[in-house]
Each structure stands twice: as structure tokens, then as C-alpha cells.
């Protein structure tokens, strides 16, 4: 657990930003991979974006803090819920 809080603590945006999360995750989690040949998504951002809005708006969060907090508000309503 300490060596992937220190990895997470070192690794800056632009290492971030090279890494294709959806394709690295879709190995542990297959739906990744597929849910976009599925899913209605733009139906489902529509809704994100108005609650990312809100929550900066709201609260003043700057687009980042405000896909975190909700990332983090959605994982604790699906862990919470299980």
C-alpha cells in the first residue's frame, strides 16, 4: 500500500496525462473496454456535467476538485450501498 501511495504522490500531470487509464483499468474491470459501444453516454454526461457545474459553482471548486469530489462522492454511495 506505501508503494502505490508514493507512486500516486510523484507522479505529476504529465505522466498523467500519457497514460490511458480507461485501457489500463479495462485489464482488472473488462467492462471498461466495452461499455462505450453500449452505453448512451452523452445521455450520462449531460448529468455529470450539470452536477460538476454545481459543485463548482456551489462550492467554488476549480474542474478538478469538483470530478474528484464527485468521483469520490460515487464511490462512497456504491461501497456504502453494497
Not at 463548482?56 to 450501498?81: A, F, P, Q, R
Amino acid at each position: 500500500m506505501k508503494e502505490i501511495e508514493e507512486i500516486i504522490k510523484n507522479t505529476d500531470e504529465e505522466n498523467e496525462n500519457r497514460v490511458d487509464w480507461t485501457n489500463a483499468w479495462s485489464k482488472k474491470y473488462p467492462v471498461l473496454a466495452t461499455y462505450q459501444k453500449k452505453v448512451n453516454i452523452s445521455k450520462y454526461a449531460i448529468e455529470l456535467r450539470k452536477m460538476l457545474n454545481d459543485l463548482s459553482l456551489e462550492y467554488g471548486y476549480n474542474e478538478l476538485d469538483s470530478m474528484l469530489v464527485l468521483k469520490d462522492i460515487l464511490y462512497h454511495e456504491w461501497k456504502d450501498n453494497k
